[in-house]
């Protein structure tokens, strides 16, 4: 009899936790027109070496943006909440994509893009990110988006600047 109701309770955390999987999405989306080419906006993006000059957001601590490369990075969401994010480069097309994820498989992942389109005025940048996992049940992206608002104006102003 306890046999039993182990089982049953064990196939009720199974059946709880699957469908916290099922529903936990969520993403953050913002674009910003930067006045400059891709290519100059993708000059920008990819010279991490000067993030700290201008990037209130990302730090690169380990590694270098390359396709398939492992990079750590240093995500300051506003003065008081600062984390070290490891991901990995999946794709890059340049001048016009930067696509990185990571996370703990089934508790939450991520999968980040910089998209950069031509359009008349210069580029739109746009940086999308997108979350899986049963945490994202439980958690408020608001501070993120905030965040990759701040990016996009950083980089809107560094991009007009050179």
């Given amino acids: 009899m306890l046999q039993s109701k182990l089982l049953i309770a064990l196939a009720l955390i199974v059946l709880v936790l699957s469908i916290l999987y099922l529903l936990g999405r969520k993403s953050v989306h913002h674009e910003i027109i930067i006045q400059v080419s891709p290519e100059q906006v993708w000059t920008v993006l990819l010279d991490t070496d000067s993030y700290d000059a201008w990037n209130p957001v990302m730090k690169v601590l380990e590694g270098k943006v390359a396709e398939g490369n492992k990079v750590k990075y240093r995500f300051t969401q ?3 909440n600062s984390s070290e994010i490891p991901s990995k480069v999946k794709k890059i097309i340049p001048n016009q994509l930067l696509n990185q994820g990571g996370g703990m498989p089934i508790v939450l992942t991520f999968d980040h893009q910089y998209r950069l389109e031509p359009v ?3 580029t739109r940048l746009i940086i999308h990110e997108d979350y899986r996992g049963i945490w994202v049940n439980f958690w408020n992206p608001a501070p993120v ?3 990759y608002e701040k990016l996009c104006e950083a980089t809107k102003i ?3 600047s050179l």
């Fill in 145 to 147: 988006q905030a965040a």
């Fill in 158 to 160: 560094r991009a007009e």
């Fill in 78 to 80: 506003d003065a008081e």
């Fill in 120 to 122: 008349e005025e210069g």
